[in-house]
């Protein structure tokens, strides 16, 4: 029988971790909307880019970029810290979520893993229950508003 494997990935799930982070603590604004980074320490000049908006990839600025660069490109970006420990919590929810479908997960980073779906599916079409993964990262683990 032929594997069966979804790919999981969070796209910038930096950002969009922190982004809910800032929003549970009342801030007002969505660093997903506007110009933004999660960087490293400008000060030190020892910062690159590890995730942006979608507005700043518009900007034309890449992860791994200095954000010295990235500010060359768009002067408005807004930078912030990252917090591992807040990533670590939202990687195991989304393990927690993933062990819905199946037990069968390599674990590749922080926001992405592997799912063996083969003996899983049940009849079901793999990207039905992709969409319905998808859907669910976004609704529980509240990734977009």
Not at 75 to 102: A, C, H, I, M, R
């Amino acid at each position: 029988m032929e594997r069966k494997i979804l790919h999981v990935d969070v796209n910038n799930a930096f950002l969009s971790w922190t982004a809910i982070e800032r929003l549970k603590n009342g801030e007002t604004v969505d660093i997903r909307e506007i110009p933004a980074v999660i960087g490293g320490d400008e000060n030190r000049r020892s910062g690159i880019v590890l995730a942006k908006s979608m507005i700043a990839k518009k900007c034309g600025i890449s992860t791994g970029e200095t954000l010295y660069m990235a500010r060359q490109k768009c002067p408005d970006l807004q930078v912030f810290k990252g917090d591992y420990k807040k990533y670590g919590y939202y990687s195991n929810e989304l393990y927690k979520l993933l062990l819905n479908y199946t037990d069968k997960i390599e674990r590749f980073s922080i926001d992405e893993c592997f799912l063996d779906m083969t003996d899983y599916l049940m009849g079901r079409d793999i990207l039905e229950i992709a969409k319905e993964i998808n859907y669910k990262v976004k609704k529980n683990l509240r990734i977009y508003r």
